[in-house]
T-cell receptor, first 110, second 115 residues
């Protein structure tokens, strides 16, 4: 089963623009994570935000979490061609399993 | 530290055969999880091992099994392969002692094609 649904499914932008991806989930969580996957490769952990946090930053990444709406957003500022990848959110469903969403495919054009 | 390694990287099998995939976690990580990724189903959790014990399991048939050795290396086995088993199989390790919900460190994956 998949917990998170990312929106949009695909996003195309120019270098220098900001990219925003959203993730919605169904049940309560302890934490939410974002991962990046370059084509056909393994996933790379980007950021983890706990249920009692509302916002977190890491370099050009900003993640927000709204537990009342069961949603999170990932903002990538000043995007680069190297940011082209699929981005996944993952939640724990208040269990000891990590469940991944469907992903957003981001294409950044130089 | 070396990252998570998976072998082989690519594999082609025929229906009915069985396959074993291997994963070596980051040194010191005792939790190893396996995921199946397909275009249609996305990333699906298979199972997680911690200290040689299967701690959690996803909704996959019994043809999918795994094990973990005392050095934390893990193997995944799929018997009686079906066409639908064609996928990227990802292994991830973590320090987590309480489930696999902490930061996961992924290997590059094994691309399995079933003909």
């Amino acid at each position: 089963s998949q917990q998170g649904e990312e929106d949009p499914q695909a996003l195309s932008i120019q270098e220098g623009e900001n990219a925003t991806m959203n993730c919605s989930y169904k049940t309560s969580i302890n934490n939410l994570q974002w991962y990046r996957q370059n084509s056909g490769r393994g996933l790379v952990h980007l950021i983890l935000i706990r249920s009692n946090e509302r916002e977190k930053h890491s370099g050009r990444l900003r993640v927000t979490l709204d537990t009342s709406k069961k949603s999170s957003s990932l903002l990538i500022t000043a995007s680069r061609a190297a940011d082209t990848a699929s981005y996944f959110c993952a939640t724990d469903e208040n269990t000891d399993k990590l469940i991944f969403g469907t992903g957003t495919r981001l294409q950044v054009f130089p | 530290k070396a990252g998570v390694t998976q072998t082989p990287r690519y594999l082609i099998k025929t229906r009915g055969q069985q396959v074993t995939l291997s994963c070596s976690p980051i040194s010191g990580h005792r939790s190893v999880s396996w995921y199946q990724q397909t275009p249609g189903q996305g990333l699906q959790f298979l199972f997680e091992y911690f200290s040689e014990t299967q701690r959690n399991k996803g909704n996959f048939p019994g043809r999918f099994s795994g094990r973990q050795f005392s050095n934390s290396r893990s193997e995944m086995n799929v018997s009686t392969l079906e066409l639908g088993d064609s996928a990227l199989y990802l292994c991830a390790s973590s320090l987590s002692a309480g489930g696999n919900t902490d930061t996961q460190y992924f290997g590059p994956g094994t691309r399995l094609t079933v003909l």
